[in-house]
T-cell receptor, first 117, second 114 residues
């Protein structure tokens, strides 16, 4: 069964500093990969996704992630964070070969990013 | 509407009570998902609809959980005889197609069973 590990439950960082949120997945099959952001009392919003092609994926709000198949990782990065980036971030995978033909997402436990002035 | 709408936003239920949670997906979206998010955890898949057909209910934790989407638009998640472990945020998501289409999430319904 697939699983997603987000190695840090909380990441404190100062404004304008770079940040990396780590995500590793455990799967013997090819996967699609996603990062979602959840602001307080809101639903999940898609930041970026990797389906195929270039392993470096750029998303909204200046975020990017790199798919590393050999390390089964999909770490999220931003070169300079803002106070408004404070939120919960979730990494998710779905099975590329799933016969059902829909993206059944398996989520990690989340990383709380706290940006301080 | 402009996005996925869920109601109520908050629900407090006494243990043993039945509850119904509503999801209005984005108009025209074929796929609809329900997820359960326990406190401090990531969302966990409950069930999937393609139009009115419930194609996957493998994540429903017990036979007390029931979901329907009779006309292929609005969906209802019903929980019978609620228990404390049912306390969670229930998220609904919809997508225009099936594979490889972005899922848009609602704000969720926070269910507290007391």
């Amino acid at each position: 069964a697939q699983s997603v590990t987000q190695l840090d439950s909380q990441v404190p960082v100062f404004e304008e500093a770079p940040v990396e949120l780590r995500c590793n997945y455990s799967s013997s099959v090819s996967v699609y990969l996603f990062w979602y952001v959840q602001y307080p009392n809101q639903g999940l919003q898609l930041l970026l996704k990797y389906l195929s092609g270039s392993t470096l994926v750029k998303g909204i709000n200046g975020f990017e992630a790199e798919f590393n198949k050999s390390q089964t990782s999909f770490h999220l990065r931003k070169p300079s964070v803002h106070i408004s980036d404070t939120a919960e971030y979730f990494c998710a995978v779905s099975d590329r070969g799933f016969s059902g033909g829909y993206n059944k997402l398996i989520f990690g436990a989340g990383t709380r990013l706290a940006v301080h002035p | 509407g402009a996005g996925v709408s869920q109601s109520p936003r908050y629900k407090v239920a006494k243990r043993g009570q039945d509850v119904a949670l509503r999801c209005d997906p984005i108009s025209g979206h074929v796929s609809l998902f329900w997820y359960q998010q326990a406190l401090g955890q990531g969302p966990e898949f409950l069930t999937y609809f393609q139009n009115e057909a419930q194609l996957d209910k493998s994540g429903l934790p017990s036979d007390r959980f029931f979901a329907e989407r009779p006309e292929g638009s609005v969906s209802t998640l019903k929980i019978q005889r609620t228990q404390q472990e049912d306390s969670a945020v229930y998220l609904c998501a919809s997508s225009l197609g099936t594979a490889n289409t972005e899922a848009f999430f609602g704000q969720g319904t926070r269910l507290t069973v007391v």
